[in-house]
Every structure is written in structure tokens, then in C-alpha cells.
């Protein structure tokens, strides 16, 4: 199992530049291109503010970094549009962590796994999945 944390990268920046209905908007865009790119047996999660969790049953790392990376680049190219017309785009970063769940005392030991590895990718310069 493969559990992927996502973050929208400077949201802050997106809700006090555009205001919330337009944050708003980025999240549900957000929320459509992973739900295009997931399977069905894949199960996410809004985890807070602009984080999300993905679950990925019986998906190695690899093929967990290779999804979030084309979500990554596709949302990148998304054209967002303000109430000022002004148009701009949005990146995010991720952290996976996986392997057999047998060898995690809990699950919160995965997703703290996860949320170290998003954590590192935000400091290694954002916009990327580690």
C-alpha cells in the first residue's frame, strides 16, 4: 500500500491575492484532475486546508510518484481564471511513503511517513514528489 500527502503550493498566496471563492475553485480543480487520474480503487481524502490524502491499495512507490507526478505537471498548465481577469496556474508538492503495511506498527506511522516526505519536497525547492 502506497499513502501519498499532497499540498497546494503558496495557497495562502491564491486566497489572499484572489480571494476564497477563488481558492475555492482551485481546490475543486484540484480535486478533479486526481479523481480523472485515480483509480477507483484508490481513496482520497481531503486532509485540511489544501491537503489531500491519497490512499493507494496495492501500488508501489514508483507507480504512486509516477500518478502524482502527471497530476503535478497537468495541473501546472491549468489556466485559472480571477474575478480581475487575470489568469494564473498553481503547483503542488507531495510526499509517498508505502510498502507492506505489516511492516508499519499503524497506519498513522505510513502517513506520518508521508507527510515527512511532503514536508521535505516544500524545502527542496517545491513543485515535486518525494
Known amino acids: 500500500m502506497t499513502i501519498a500527502m ?3 503550493d503558496f495557497f495562502k498566496k491564491v486566497n ?3 480571494g476564497h471563492e477563488v481558492g475555492d475553485q482551485v481546490l ?3 480535486a478533479d484532475v486526481l479523481k480523472s487520474q485515480l483509480r477507483k480503487s484508490d481513496i ?3 486532509f485540511g486546508g489544501e491537503e489531500f490524502v ?3 491499495p496495492e501500488t508501489p512507490v514508483e507507480g504512486a510518484k509516477m500518478v502524482l507526478n502527471k497530476v503535478r505537471e497537468y495541473l ?3 489556466e485559472i481564471s480571477s474575478p480581475l481577469g487575470k489568469s494564473f496556474s498553481v503547483t503542488l508538492s507531495g510526499g509517498v511513503a508505502g510498502g507492506d ?3 508499519f506498527e499503524t497506519y498513522h506511522d505510513l502517513l506520518r511517513m508521508a507527510d515527512k516526505n511532503l514536508y521535505e519536497a516544500k524545502h ?3 513543485n515535486c514528489i518525494i
Request: proline share 0%.
Open 6 to 8: 499532497i499540498d497546494l
Open 16 to 18: 489572499d491575492s484572489y
Open 28 to 30: 475543486k480543480i484540484l
Open 44 to 46: 482520497l481524502s481531503r
Open 54 to 56: 491519497i490512499v493507494l
Open 76 to 78: 501546472s498548465k491549468v
Open 101 to 103: 503495511i505489516s511492516e
Open 124 to 126: 527542496s525547492g517545491r
